[in-house]
């Protein structure tokens, strides 16, 4: 098997394709045993899931959810959201596809300087007390990643509206948006139990808003304004 | 009318969510939150209960008009329904 370096964690994995491509970055040297070992039943996730076109869909989506489900055990979880790095800190944006996630995230990297940490699953560890965002292999279409981590800044989920405003979300309204697009099928009750009490910590020490915004570059202003706070 | 046992009550950042766990998990596609009401109501469900025992236990503990109670029972049963998180026992 290959060996892998992801969200500070040693993974180890046999895959192709576009997996293999997107993976490449996170390459690494073995050293000693792996934290994580991947596999995926390509031929079952076929057949669950008969939308899907081909078995190098089926690979990477399932090879992302067995990642996800592995991270639980260190501390780790993720978010579906376009990821950027500004000022040291990354910033998520969250919602639906389709939403606008990526059209956002680009603005921020446009006017002001952001790069892309990742552009569709984004890994979240709470290391030595701080939560931290990596970039994964998983980051969709336009395999925007990089690998590194750097501390978690704030949380925003978008929805397309006739203005731009933002808001702290309560927790209450956070969770089930953050579950929604976060691990949310799993079989197991000592998984989801721990998925949730990953939610609770990131709930209490990470900012979350919602963003209300149209598709244009005042958006990523206001966004930027209240999620690093007025200097 | 009780819960579904593949759903868990938990607290999540200082919320109230009902999740569902196993088999549950994969048809779910939305979530519970909870205000003091609706856990009381939940815990109730625990054993088997009608709209009218669910009213009655509102209108016990929280002095409220029944009118008002049964409209809060019916509304979040229609919810817990809509998930499947409780299950009604054949007639």
């Given at each position: ?5 992801i ?41 669950l ?23 639980l055990a ?92 933002i ?31 990953l ?11 919602e ?21 | ?8 009550l938990?607290e ?45 236990a ?13 409209q ?18 054949a007639?």
């Open positions: 098997m290959k060996r892998y370096a969200a500070q964690l040693q993974v180890d994995m046999d895959v192709s394709g576009r997996t293999l491509q997107q993976a490449e970055p996170y390459a690494c040297e073995a050293e000693g045993p792996a934290d994580i070992i991947l596999t995926c039943d390509i031929g079952r996730i076929m057949e899931n008969p939308q899907l076109p081909n078995e190098e869909v089926a690979e990477y989506l399932g090879m992302g959810a067995a990642f996800a489900r592995e991270l260190f501390q780790g979880t993720y978010l579906h959201a376009s990821a950027v790095i500004l000022d040291g800190k990354a910033y998520l944006f969250s919602a639906p596809s389709g939403t606008g996630k990526s059209t956002h995230t680009e603005k921020w990297c446009r006017l002001f300087g952001a790069t892309y940490l990742n552009d569709d699953k984004p890994a979240l560890r709470l290391v030595d007390g701080v939560w931290m965002a990596y970039g994964t292999p998983w980051s969709g279409k336009h395999d925007l990643s990089d690998p590194k981590g750097v501390p978690l800044g704030g949380i925003a989920f978008l929805r397309r509206g006739q203005e731009n405003s808001r702290r979300l309560p927790s209450k309204e956070a969770i089930p948006r953050f579950m929604s697009q976060s691990l949310w099928r799993v079989s197991q009750q000592a998984q989801m139990e721990k998925q949730l009490m939610a609770d910590s990131i709930l209490r020490q990470i900012p979350i808003w963003l209300t915004c149209r598709n244009d570059d005042d958006a990523a202003r206001v966004a930027r304004e209240a999620m690093l706070g007025t200097i | 009318m009780k819960q579904n046992s593949a759903f868990l938990r999540v950042a200082g919320t109230l969510v009902i999740v569902p766990v196993g088999k549950a998990a994969a048809e779910f596609s939305g979530m519970i939150t909870l205000n003091a009401t609706s856990a009381y109501l939940w815990q109730l469900l625990e054993t088997e209960q009608t709209v009218q025992t669910l009213t009655d509102l209108v016990a503990r929280y002095e409220v008009q029944q009118s008002k109670a049964q809060d029972v019916e509304s979040f049963v229609s919810k817990l329904k809509l998930v499947g998180a409780i299950t009604e026992d007639q």
